[in-house]
């Protein structure tokens, strides 16, 4: 992992690959680790950076509360370090939300831009009570008992049964999150605006990544638009969690995603 530093974090990030860039962004309680089985099969063709967020993995963990935009800022910083200039963005979950606050905000760096078991709604005002909950645990209990809780129920139910390696594997990750950074970041999430407008304004090309058993995010939260510039994929038989529990079918719709939209673009 290489470090760089924006707006007074440390912002640690992987970076493999050549090419057209594909930027990922990991969910709440991971990190760029989250994507270890998508980014080699994405590197051969592509460079592939992946930031671990504020507070979460090897970078720095500020006490919060964090904003979305904040994040989305640390992003931006890093793009202009390491002068790219245009990117494909594709966020997990709170991904998603960094991404999207990007998109709104930035959109002439951006050669289109996802959400994978993400959504553009904001938070119900019951997520928003067991966002306070969540932070409550997390100071009160510390970080390992509230990942061994929230672990579960972001895979599909089969999945425990069938390869419970994987939710040791996902809760090994959350277990390096700073208590304080995810405290931080269930606050930015609880906080942010209905991003819907982004995804049905935008002319970018868009992906939009559901899992069919999704416990989580639904499917019909992910798909809140249906223009022609958006690309609609539901991966079958996975949770919250495709990354882990179908890297290669996930891997095949961004690729397959990227490859139009780099063509898109250089026709533009």
Not at 25 to 51: K, M, N, T
Not at 56 to 73: C, F, K, N, R, V
Not at 90 to 100: F, K, N, V
């Amino acid at each position: 992992m290489e470090r760089v530093r924006c707006d007074g974090s440390n912002i640690c990030y992987s970076d493999q690959g050549k090419g057209e860039v594909i930027v990922l962004l990991h969910g709440f309680c991971g990190s760029a680790e989250y994507w270890e089985q998508v980014i080699p099969i994405l590197s051969s063709d592509y460079r592939v950076i992946a930031p671990d967020l504020r507070g979460h993995g090897a970078s720095e963990a500020p006490l919060g509360p964090y904003t979305i935009e904040q994040m989305a800022d640390d992003v931006l910083g890093l793009l202009d370090t390491l002068e790219i200039s245009e990117c494909t963005m594709l966020g997990h979950s709170l991904g998603g939300y960094i991404t999207l606050s990007f998109a709104q905000r930035y959109a002439s760096r951006l050669k289109g831009f996802g959400l994978i078991h993400s959504t553009a709604y904001p938070d119900s005002e019951e997520a928003r009570e067991n966002r306070l909950k969540s932070v409550s645990r997390i100071q009160n209990e510390g970080i390992t008992p509230f990942v061994d809780s929230f672990v579960p129920g972001i895979f599909a139910k089969a999945t425990a049964s069938t390869s419970p390696h994987l939710l040791e594997r996902a809760k090994e990750i959350g277990y390096k999150t700073p208590p304080q950074g995810a405290a931080g970041a269930a606050l930015a999430m609880r906080e942010r605006p209905d991003r819907r407008d982004v995804i049905t304004a935008t002319t970018l090309p868009v992906l939009l990544v559901a899992g069919e058993q999704d416990g989580l995010i639904p499917a019909e939260r992910t798909f809140t638009s249906d223009k022609p510039n958006i690309t609609q994929a539901t991966i079958a038989g996975a949770g919250h969690m495709s990354l882990f529990e179908a890297p290669e079918r996930l891997a095949e719709v961004i690729k397959e995603f990227t490859q139009a939209t780099v063509s898109i673009n250089s026709h533009s």
